[in-house]
């Protein structure tokens, strides 16, 4: 199993950014996935998830309305639209999927978000 994101970067305050994460080593299409961040000296947080066929969709309270998870089972990718971004959305984020109980990360993609 393998997730690799991409996309992160800096950008100002009211900014967008577009996260992706390129799944291999498993049916992508039959397993939920999610977001999670960790910004810095903080727990990580699960910010967004999705089921599998049918793509329903759950966001924290913090990024409801701002943050659009998705995904293309054609490219095995996930993806997570953010706009208005805000300092504190500041961290590193990361893609997850739970296959057999076993968690599995990518190395995560830095997001600052300063003037």
């Known amino acids: 199993v393998q997730l690799v994101e991409s996309g992160g970067g800096l950008v100002q305050p009211g900014g967008s950014l577009r996260l992706s994460c390129a799944a291999s080593g498993f049916t992508f299409r039959v397993y939920p996935m999610n977001w999670y961040r960790q910004a810095p000296g903080k727990e990580r947080e699960l910010v967004a998830s999705i089921s599998s066929f049918w793509g329903s969709t759950s966001y924290s309270d913090s990024v409801k309305g701002r943050f659009t998870i998705s995904r293309d089972n054609s490219k095995n990718t996930l993806y997570l639209q953010m706009n208005s971004l805000k300092a504190e959305d500041t961290a590193v984020y990361y893609c997850?999927?739970?296959?057999?109980?076993?968690?599995?990360w990518g190395q995560g993609t830095l997001v600052t978000v300063s003037e």
């Open positions: 997850n999927t739970q296959i057999s109980l076993l968690e599995y």
